[in-house]
Each structure stands twice: as C-alpha cells, then as structure tokens.
C-alpha cells in the first residue's frame, strides 16, 4: 500500500501547523497573570468548553483506539462513550457547583479543602502520572504510527520527538487560551474528518449487509452478555462508570475547562455540550472499524486498521484535511495533558511552598515544567508498543490508578463523616491494591483475576470501606467548613428555584434529560 502524501496534501497539513502555532503565540501576549494563564481568565463560555472537552477527549489515540476496538471486540467499546454523558450529567449536578465555588485552580485542591494537603498532593501526583502515561504518550505514540506511515526512513520516536515540538511550542506560549480556541476549530475538524472516513469506508465495503455477512450479530451489540470476556454488561455499570467518573468529573486534563467557565452555568451547560458530542462517537469513530472488517479481513495490527483506511480510501486533497483532522485530534490531547500537568506542579507543588512568587514568576515555571513533562513523554510514549490495543493500555492504566482517587471525591463530596485520617488510610489501601495488580501484569499472573473491569470496582469499594471506618478516629472539620465542599439537599434545592426563574432551553437539567432518552434510543437499536 501506498502511503506517500501528495504535495497538496502536504501542503493542507503544513498549513494547519502553521496555523496552530501563531494562535498560541497571539494568546502568549495577551497574558497577564496566572489565572489568564492557566484558566484563561475564568471568562470561558458553553460553546469554546464543550468542544473542547470533546477535543481532548476524542484525540488521536482514541480515534485509533475505537477503530481497533470495533474491529475486533465489536459495539461494546461505545459504552464507554454513552457512560461519559451520564457521568457529564452528575458531573455538572453535583460536582462542578463545588468546584467552581472554591474558585479552585486545580481538582486536587478540592481535596485539600475536604480532608488536608497531604490528600491533594497525593492526588496530584497520581494526576500527573497518568496525564503523563495515558494522556499525553499515548497521543503522541498513536500520531507516531500514523506519521510514520508516511515517513517510514524515521524511527517512531524521532517522529514523536517532532510531533511533542510541535505541540509543545504554542502550549508552553499560549496557556489554556490557546489550547481551549485551538481545541474548538480541531473539534469541527476531527467531527468533519471522522464522518468523511466513515462514509467513504462503508461505501468501499458495499454497506452494512457486507458486514453483517462475515460478522457475529453480537458484534453489533453495545451492551454485551454477561458471560462475555471483554465488556460484560455488569462491568459497564460498574468499572466503567467508575473509570468515566475519573475521568470526567476529577481528572485536570478534562475537568480544567470547566473551572475556566464564566459562570456555573456556562459550565454546565458546555458539559452537556460536550455529551451532546459524545454521542456521534459510535456513528463516525467505532462504525469504521467494523467496515474494516470487509476491507482488511486479517489485519493483525488493531492499531493500524485507522491510519490504513485513511490512505486505502480517500484521494488527495481530502487526505490532507483528514490527516489534518487526525493530527488535530492528537494537538487537543497534547496541550491539554500539557497544560494540565504544568498547572499541576505549578499550582498543588511549588506555588503551595512559595506562595508569595509573582504571577509572572508562576507563568515562567508553568512553562519551564510544561517542557519537562514533554520529555517525560517523550521517552515513554515508544514503550506503548508492547501492549496488543492501544485502547487496553488506556483502560488497563486508568482501572489500576484511579479508584482511590475516585473514592476520595464520592465521599468527600457526599459524606460529612469522611476525614482526613479517613482519607490517608484510603490512599495507603489503594495504593498496596494498585501496585500488587501492576505487579500481577508485570509477571503475566494477572489472568487469573477477574475482569479487569470488576477488579478496579472491588478496589473503589475497598478505599470507600477504609475512608469510612478510619474516619471514626481523628478530627472533623466543623459544619462551616463543610458548608462548601459537602453536597447536600438544600443546594439542589436552591439551584431548582433558581432554575425557575430561567427559560425553559435554559435549563441544563432538561438538557440533561435529552441527552438520557438519546442513550436509551441507541441502546435499544444496538
């Protein structure tokens, strides 16, 4: 197969670079202060924190990440998608009011608030690990693949090394401002790039009864049996939402549009957005996949059926655009794990022990760490080979990290009881349940275990079972204090009134409600 961009194909990608990068740069000269900086003023609005949410969401390794998953594992992959807007949902209800009260510049913050520092530093680190790990190598190793298709006289890490520069340059310039107004154009471009791919891909394998010839009918099911080995549907109302709830409600890398929303409403209402989004996943990103399995009936390489489509199907000039659209997607997840991890350290680390540095001072460091942490990633990402889907690597990874941090905010949020003894005994049991199962995959003993999906819901369990009992012991903060960070009836309450008083297609509540019955509708078709 040829994999050669013609010169305007070329052209179409070098241009959109360009592009990115002075945009970053016309946002670094606008910055005033760290806020500007790390939550672009607070002065973001629904639209710029839906698409970006979805941007960063939806990058380069997920776009190669469904394919591969709905070649081989089917529909099922999609429940990770339909669970985000249900977590969108109880994200925008219950947490984000919070958040945004404390004016809060990072997540982990929150926790300091709730339990002590030692809570949101432990929360941190985990947060920058994984933005390290998951986030931003995983991009940088999926975009590699796809580049070095086209360049095969490069080693991957050479291409990962440029494609790290690349990005590198208009976040370090540009902040949150740059990432967020890049991130809503790369958004319209990664939707328009993912529907062209699928509709030219279902033409080229002669339409769905093609594909329903050399396929199982359960390969076409989103919510899968019990008994089956990859996505029984339990695990979906458990691990998986445990994982969305990570990731949407607690995780910088996503949650920090929403805390640079202009008003809680605004936030709200992009989170609904942004679920709005969500739902195309299963039409333009998993439906390739399974024309792919007409297409290329023994491809072994799950990762490559994607960037294979790409040059097998669309002609020149609108493989540039796509290409363009893939590389977009890969952008909006390399800033935003790069912004989020700067403003991490900068913020939960250094600004903690020197609180009395300028703004100016804390944009300088912003910067200087957000260069670390490319090479961090860049060193890492190549390893990312070794797993057999890109997409295992991104679920296993999470399922070992992120229950502890998950019981942290469910209690905290929703438990006066919860303390910050509590919360340390969580984080020690967590933590020993973390590193035995990355130890079980290092010694390939891990096939004994249960689903994976199963386990990280044991282990959310556990570290909810230990903050409790361990909270009987030690102090409780006082009902002032808890008046912030602890949800109750009364603020539900308040907000409905409140919601009264607004027009009907205001209410991000009934938006909220649309976006349910449109899950159940594609639940019940597939």
């Not at 458990?238 to 929403?258: C, D, K």
């Not at 989004?277 to 009936?297: E, N, Q, T």
């Amino acid at each position: 197969m040829d994999f050669n961009l013609s010169n305007l194909d070329f052209s179409i990608i070098i241009v959109y670079l360009i592009l990115v990068i002075l945009v970053g740069f016309y946002f670094g000269k606008k910055h005033e202060d760290a806020e500007d900086y790390f939550l672009a003023g607070r002065n973001l609005t629904w639209p710029i924190i839906g698409f970006s949410l979805f941007a960063s969401n939806m990058s380069s390794n997920s776009l190669v990440g469904l394919a591969g998953a709905g070649y081989k594992d089917g529909f099922s992959v999609y429940s990770y998608e339909w669970m985000a807007v249900v977590v969108l949902i109880i994200f925008a209800v219950f947490f984000l009011p919070f958040y945004l009260k404390n004016k809060i510049f990072t997540i982990p913050e929150y926790l300091e608030r709730r339990y002590g520092y030692a809570v949101r530093a432990y929360a941190s680190i985990i947060a920058i690990v994984l933005n390290i790990l998951v986030d931003i190598s995983a991009t940088l190793y999926a975009g590699g693949l796809v580049i070095n298709l086209i360049f095969p006289q490069f080693e991957l890490w050479q291409i990962i090394l440029g494609l790290a520069l690349i990005a590198g340059v208009y976040t370090i310039s540009g902040g949150l401002s740059s990432v967020m107004y890049t991130d809503a154009a790369q958004a319209v471009i990664l939707i328009l790039g993912s529907t062209v791919i699928t509709i030219y891909a279902y033409e080229a394998a002669g339409g769905w009864e093609a594909v329903k010839a050399i396929t199982d009918p359960g390969h076409f099911k989103v919510l899968k049996p019990v008994d089956d080995e990859v996505l029984p549907w339990p695990a979906v109302f458990t691990g998986v939402l445990m994982i969305g709830f990570y990731f949407w409600g607690t995780n910088q890398y996503i949650t920090q549009r929403t805390l640079a929303s202009r008003s809680v409403r605004h936030g709200q209402w992009g989170a609904m957005f942004a679920g709005f989004l969500k739902l195309s996943i299963l039409f333009i990103m998993i439906f390739p996949g399974a024309f792919a399995r007409v297409l290329y009936p023994d491809m072994q390489e799950m990762d490559m059926i994607y960037p294979t489509m790409l040059f097998d199907l669309l002609p020149t000039g609108l493989l540039g655009l796509v290409l363009a659209g893939l590389i977009a997607a890969m952008m909006s997840s390399l800033d935003s794990g790069l912004n989020s991890v700067s403003t991490l350290v900068t913020m939960d680390f250094i600004h903690k022990f020197k609180p009395n540095m300028s703004s100016h001072q804390l944009m300088t460091i912003g910067r200087v760490i957000t260069t670390i942490v490319m090479a961090l990633a860049i060193l890492w990402a190549p390893q990312i080979r070794h797993f057999e889907k890109l997409w295992d690597y991104l679920q296993n990874t999470l399922a070992w990290f992120c229950p502890p941090i998950v019981a942290l905010f469910v209690m905290g949020i929703f438990s006066k009881k919860a303390n910050n003894n509590g919360a340390l005994a969580s984080i020690i049991i967590g933590f020993l349940i973390t590193a035995a199962l990355i130890v079980a995959r290092a010694l390939d003993i891990d096939s004994a275990l249960p689903n994976f999906l199963y386990v990280a819901t044991a282990h959310f369990l556990i570290c909810c079972l230990a903050l409790w009992a361990f909270s009987s012991k030690g102090a409780h903060k006082s009902v002032e204090e808890l008046a912030n960070v602890v949800w109750t009836k009364k603020e539900f309450e308040e907000e409905t009134i409140a919601l009264r008083a607004e027009p009907v297609w205001y209410n991000y509540r009934y938006h909220g409600i649309a976006l349910l019955v449109a899950v159940v509708i594609i639940l019940l078709v597939y």
